[in-house]
């Protein structure tokens, strides 16, 4: 049984006050310093778990803090003016849709629990390029907001693939139903 709260959570808590520092700094270098600390943060909380061990509030806290950060993140991006509105929704849609998926997997009491996966953390890797062109004023911002939006498609795509065959038993590599 894995521990009530490990390591690793007290780096993932760190999250937090960054997100709510990030809207007060006006300073382009301070908010890029702020995202280098959550990666970072995301980045070390994820190491120490894996090297000591997780925990139960870990599993919960973790995408809690990934997302509250993104979210606060854009939304001072787009009050800037430097995405508009749409795109902030584009970078976000795996987020948004993680949260909704989960809202309604637990009211309908059917939790499916679905690990980390390469689309995942290419979409987050994603949205932190995107954070940091959007403040240093790249050229092709907005571009890279679409290509995450992009990616977060395929990172939907991948998790709902990999949820049906969680909840529907476990498939085979040629994706006929493997019988139990």
Same mark, same amino acid.
């Given at each position: 049984? #894995?521990?009530?709260?490990? +390591? $690793?959570?007290?780096?993932? @808590?760190? /999250?937090?006050? *960054? !997100? ?46 990934? #997302?509250?950060?993104?979210? +606060? $993140?854009?939304?001072?991006? @787009?009050? /800037?003016?430097? *995405? !508009? ?63 995450? !939006? ?31």
């Amino acid at each position: 049984m #894995k521990p009530r709260f490990a +390591v $690793a959570d007290a780096l993932t @808590a760190l /999250r937090f006050p *960054l !997100a709510v520092l990030f809207p007060v700094v006006r300073s382009p270098m301070w908010q890029l310093a702020i995202i280098a600390a959550a990666a970072a943060s995301d980045v070390g909380d994820g190491w120490l778990a894996r090297r000591h061990g997780s925990s139960r509030a870990g599993a919960v806290l973790d995408p809690i803090a990934d #997302k509250f950060f993104m979210v +606060v $993140a854009f939304v001072t991006i @787009a009050r /800037r003016g430097l *995405l !508009a509105w749409y795109e902030v929704l584009g970078v976000l849609l795996r987020d948004i849709l993680a949260v909704l998926g989960f809202l309604a997997t637990w009211l309908l009491r059917r939790p499916v629990a679905v690990p980390a996966r390469a689309g995942g953390k290419a979409v987050t890797i994603a949205q932190l390029l995107t954070l940091v062109a959007a403040i240093a004023d790249w050229t092709y911002t907005r571009h890279l907001a679409w290509a995450t !939006a992009a990616i977060a498609v395929y990172a939907l795509w991948d998790y709902g693939r990999t949820a049906a065959g969680t909840r529907g038993g476990a498939r085979r590599k040629d994706g006929a139903q493997a019988v139990p």
